[in-house]
């Protein structure tokens, strides 16, 4: 059980376009979900925290105008990157959590030429 | 955000060898988390501690949650060739936002 699922798993867009990422509880309801960013040899950085039914709240610096997070269901969190350029490039992965623990999806590699 | 500084940053090893890392804070945590990501994918739990002092194993794995609470170490002992990957500890105070520290890279030499 505890299977989180992201779609797509790879993008690639144009610059200036906007991509929208799918994260998913496919077994468990979760009220909250995370975003997190990872860039390559780095760590994973928190972008913002999912919450079903309320806004997102989002981390120092992290523009929530650019990064739009929809959390319309227990089981799906979604990210959409708006007007993307190069810098935007990177590994997303999201968490969902149940019990106390955060349960992490595959990851989205998004490439923006 | 805030890191967790991770030591050693890389580790070149020899299959059967044992391995040690290690993560400290400025700040103390109730939680600490040891994850592995293998490349392309989002990191998997391996062990979870929940009190200082607590020592838990999984397998060849086995994790210390530091008496201070300011750290914690990780040690994998005769390595095998799938343990090749990134390890991240993480840090929980209550039921905050997880912090990640900045990652062991393990690579076996045959």
């Known amino acids: 059980g505890a299977v989180v699922s992201q779609h797509p798993s790879r993008v690639i867009c144009k610059s200036g376009t906007s991509v929208k990422i799918e994260c998913r509880s496919l077994d468990f309801q979760a009220t909250t979900m995370f975003w997190y960013r990872q860039f390559p040899k780095q760590s994973l950085m928190l972008m913002a925290t999912s919450n079903e039914g309320s806004k997102a709240t989002y981390e120092q610096g992290v523009e929530k105008d650019k990064f739009l997070i929809n959390h319309a269901s227990l089981t799906l969190s979604t990210l959409t990157v708006t007007s993307a350029h190069p810098e935007d490039s990177s590994f997303y992965i999201c968490s969902a959590h149940r019990y106390n623990e955060q349960f992490f999806g595959p990851g989205t590699r998004l490439t923006v030429l | 955000g805030q890191q967790l500084n991770q030591s050693p940053q890389s580790m070149f090893i020899q299959e059967g060898e044992d391995v040690s890392m290690n993560c400290t804070s400025s700040s103390i945590f109730n939680t600490w988390l040891w994850y592995k990501q293998d490349p392309g994918e989002g990191p998997v739990l391996l062990i979870a501690?929940?009190?200082?002092?607590e020592l838990t194993s999984n397998g060849r794995l086995t994790a210390q949650f530091g008496i201070t609470r300011k750290d914690s170490f990780l040690n994998i002992s005769a390595s095998i060739p799938s343990d090749v990957g990134i390890y991240f500890c993480?840090?929980?105070?209550?039921?905050?936002?997880?912090?990640f520290g900045t990652g062991t890279r393990l690579t076996i030499i045959p």
């Open positions: 501690l929940y009190k200082a002092g």
């Open positions: 993480a840090g929980q105070f209550g039921n905050e936002k997880l912090t």
